[in-house]
């Protein structure tokens, strides 16, 4: 397994993954602890290349909500849940449910056995405690001889709720479409609709944050420091004018997606090298 801590993890040996805590950036990303935040990133993606976060601001009920959610919606009936199946879609937009077996990550495999409900948003994880266990249980449930029925993987999509006459939809954007929701008799707003919109803008809003930390890391050097001829007077491009460019590409509409994933448990608990 890969380690994981808090710091810089300078000095440290093998795969590290660190922990940093973002607030002071949250906070006031001016101050010499933001700074200090900055440097973190930066060595965490020149290294290893991942990271996990803490100090993030996305309220634990909340997150508690969305499994609450999550978990309300795969305990439908699979007659109530393929009534919102994907391909019920508006143009693009890759929105609804996804039946066990439909994915696999490598030609020739089993496929994933999983269920899959997804969001458009932002791929920007923030694991709790009871969600990083569950990762690590799921490489090992599936058995292709478990004698599990068909459809017992399945994942929703859900993301930006933008109305069918909306131009970006007309024109078949990717992924730019109405969500599919649900009967509210099923299940209530409360308990599906409004935790998943509430997690989507406070997820997208931190992802942009994080995007002006990595922003910051950056320097790139003139052609001239990159032997491609000289250029007098430019020196270093700033991090802050590569944090305009990010700015620039996410003032556009976001290609990402929540997914909720459902993972059934099999009778065989033998892990298969054959599926994906």
Known sequence: MPSSGTGKGKGKKG????TIDIRPFLEDPS??????VVEMVRDACVGTGFFQITGHGIPTTLQEAV????LAFFAL???EKVKLDKSASVGASNRGYEVIGNQGLQEGTLPDLKEIQAFISVKLYIHTEREMRERLILYFILDPNSNLPPLQTQGFYIGADLPA???RVLANAFLMGPN???PPALLPPTTFHDPMTAYYTAMFALSLRILDIVALTLTLPTPHENGFGTVEGIGKIHAQEVRDWFQDFTSNDAVASIRLLHYPPAPNPNPNPNTS
Do not use: H, T, V
Request: a negative charge; aromatic letters at 18%; hydrophobic letters at 45%.
């Open 15 to 18: 795969f590290y993954i660190p």
């Open 31 to 36: 101050s010499a602890a933001a700074g200090e």
């Open 67 to 70: 499994f609450a959610g999550s």
């Open 77 to 79: 009936d699979i007659e």
């Open 165 to 167: 006459s909306d131009p």
């Open 180 to 182: 599919l929701w649900p």
